[in-house]
């Protein structure tokens, strides 16, 4: 099966991107597209540089080398609150709400950088997207579970309007009741228009999900395909599905 069809220029282009911590090579002549539509998966092993690979489109680690655009337009040297502004909005790793603000305010807090008028029914949207969230404005973020605080990390990501979102493992730590909420969530904000870069460890749920996929070791691209082709790759099934 070839990749499904892609609708011009990416929205989202990384080429030959090196990226060092300190004198340690952590990416290396790493390339990928995410196109208008698309949910592109990047799965890899522990310590294989997909969370560095986000923080080096947002700009929070500097690209030592390449190229990194947006619509075509350079992210490289742009500083991460600029970034985030340009529509490029990054849910991390390990959810990173703010335990002390209600859930109202870090919600609000996903849309500090924004001055449109959208933001009241961008909020509204978020709040039918996570009825949990609705019932729990006034509460303390870090009070929630873990699963209520991931929808507020995804929420917060969507109130600042992104014309790209970077999702790194919105699964981790989740009970499956929650999994399956969150899978459905992004695969909605995927249809409302907002391509996304998701990173799992659960990459067979990734690439039922995923429209494409990269496959990363060690700092590098080794495979690319749709997640259709990938998911029957007997390299990745040993890798990464384990049985079924
Ligand atoms: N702040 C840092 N300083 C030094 N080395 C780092 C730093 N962050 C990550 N690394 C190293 O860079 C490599 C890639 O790490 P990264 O966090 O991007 O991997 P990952 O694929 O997201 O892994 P995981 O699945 O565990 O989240 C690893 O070898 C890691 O030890
Ligand atoms: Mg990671």
Redesign the pocket.
């Known amino acids: 099966m070839s990749a499904p069809a892609r609708n011009g220029a990416p929205v989202l282009s990384l080429r030959g991107v090196d990226t060092f911590y300190g004198r340690i090579p952590a990416l290396r002549d790493l390339s990928l597209d995410v196109y208008e539509g698309e949910i592109v998966a990047l799965i890899g092993a522990n310590g294989a540089g ?2 560095t690979t986000l923080r080096t489109v947002s700009g929070l680690v500097r690209a030592a080398r390449g190229e990194i655009t947006l619509h075509g337009a350079s992210l490289v040297g742009v500083a991460p609150d600029a970034i985030v502004r340009k529509g490029v909005v990054h849910s991390p ?1 390990g959810r990173r709400i703010f335990p002390r603000l209600t859930v109202f305010e870090n919600l609000h807090l996903g849309g500090y950088a924004r001055k449109d008028a959208d933001l009241a029914a961008d909020f509204e949207h978020v709040l039918t997207l996570f009825p949990r969230l609705r019932e729990r404005l006034k509460q303390k973020g870090g009070t929630l579970s873990g699963g209520e605080q991931q929808m507020l990390a995804i929420g917060r990501a969507l109130m600042g309007r992104p014309k790209v979102l970077l999702l ?2 919105p699964s981790l730590g989740l009970s499956p009741i929650f999994v399956d909420t969150i899978f459905s969530v992004i695969a909605d904000i995927n249809k409302r228009g907002v391509p996304i870069l998701l ?1 799992e460890q659960n990459a067979r749920k990734a690439l039922h999900l995923a429209t494409r996929a990269y496959v990363i070791e060690t700092g590098s691209i080794v495979k690319s395909g749709s997640a259709a082709d990938l998911l029957a790759d007997d390299d990745v099934r040993k890798a990464y599905l384990g049985k079924d």
């Open positions: 997909k969370t790793e790194d493992e990173i």
